[in-house]
């Protein structure tokens, strides 16, 4: 699983994807075609502990591609 967030709680250190990773656009389509109605997206507290905890400007990207 590639993740740049570097979280604070996670180990995971991975940086590019892995070559047989899907992307964003794949897995959404998988999503659709499956009928997978439900997703998860984290979101930690207020902007501040959220991106202290994840990323800087991550609580803003998120909250500009949700869709509602």
């Known amino acids: 699983m590639s993740c740049n967030m570097r979280c ?3 180990g995971s250190s991975c940086t590019d994807p892995l ?3 899907l ?3 794949e897995t959404a389509r998988l999503l659709v075609e499956n009928h997978i109605a439900t997703v998860a997206i984290s979101i930690d507290g207020t902007r501040e ?3 202290a905890i994840r990323k800087a400007d991550s609580f803003e ?3 500009a ?3 509602f």
Do not use: A, M, Q
């Open 19 to 21: 070559p047989d990773e």
């Open 8 to 10: 604070k709680h996670c």
């Open 49 to 51: 502990v959220h991106d």
């Open 65 to 67: 591609r949700l869709r």
């Open 61 to 63: 990207r998120i909250g």
């Open 23 to 25: 992307s964003t656009e």
